[in-house]
């Protein structure tokens, strides 16, 4: 997910929206603190979060929004995370806000959040929410949470079936790590997929799958840290003529330096490994 310009409605500058922000802090009554300093109510908070998710969604900055939503945790902890979850739980909540309660929860994820997401990702719940619990769901590192995802493979829903194919995929599971040649075919023209695919492929994997990450480091319409990520994953486990041919064009044709020096570094590896080879 690219970082895109600052989320803002119409053609308001980033400095008057700040101002706004600060304004709206400013005139708002404000929770004492035991040390004598004042912090902005959670609700003040909160509405600064929710207005990002009426705005559209192609000028939002995630990152500025991500900011807002860790405030709001750190400074009040599982209320903030209740009201968070909320969002995520009502039914009648836009899609984009739901994506964006995911983004806010994920780096506070517990385990224990198994028994409130479990219900949310069943058939009898919209599509956005469910596919949006599953994306907090597989971080989970519990067997419940693959028993579950493997129940939901044949699911009506496409989109629920590409969050838990790729799941299983992440987790090493035959079921997702089968499906990963079909899955990419169907994505040709959904860049977003693509990359969710290839950062779904295990280490123990990647070699398996070179052949998405050439096509990958190639790919202008993917972002550059997945191009980079797949130019390192062909340093790392390139070994043949076709390799060091796709590093050699890109190399050939990219006009960022940067990725140049990656590009060099792996057909380094990859020339020093077809040298090594028996069948050199």
């Not at 919209?126 to 044949?154: F, G, M, Q, W």
């Amino acid at each position: 997910m690219t970082i895109k310009n600052y989320f803002l409605r119409g053609n308001t500058s980033p400095l008057v929206f700040m101002l706004i922000v600060t304004t709206f802090f400013s005139c708002t009554p404000r929770e004492k603190q035991t040390d004598g300093q004042t912090k902005p109510s959670l609700n003040d908070l909160y509405q600064v979060w929710y207005t990002q998710t009426t705005l559209q969604k192609e000028n939002i900055d995630y990152q500025t929004t991500l900011t807002i939503s860790s405030q709001m945790i750190n400074l009040y902890g599982e209320e903030a995370i209740n009201k968070i979850l909320g969002v995520l739980e009502n039914q009648q909540e836009k899609p984009l806000a739901k994506y964006l309660a995911v983004m806010a929860l994920t780096p506070y994820l517990k385990e224990e959040w198994f028994e409130r997401l479990h219900p949310l990702t069943e058939p009898d719940k919209e599509v956005n929410t469910r596919v949006c619990a599953l994306a907090l769901l597989s971080l989970i590192p519990k067997p419940e949470v693959t028993d579950h995802l493997k129940k939901l493979i044949n699911d009506t829903e496409e989109r629920v079936r590409f969050e838990v194919l790729t799941a299983l995929a992440k987790r090493d599971e035959p079921e997702g790590i089968q499906q990963i040649q079909s899955l990419w075919d169907s994505a040709k023209d959904s860049p977003d997929r693509r990359e969710h695919i290839l950062l779904s492929i295990p280490p123990s994997k990647v070699s398996h799958f070179l052949h998405l990450f050439r096509a990958s480091a190639q790919d202008d319409n993917l972002s550059l840290t997945i191009r980079r990520e797949s130019i390192m994953q062909l340093g790392r486990y390139g070994k043949d003529k076709e390799d060091a041919d796709t590093l050699k064009h890109i190399l050939d044709t990219e006009i960022d330096n940067s990725i140049k020096e990656l590009v060099q570094s792996a057909l380094d590896a990859v020339n020093a490994r077809m040298q090594n080879s028996p069948n050199s």
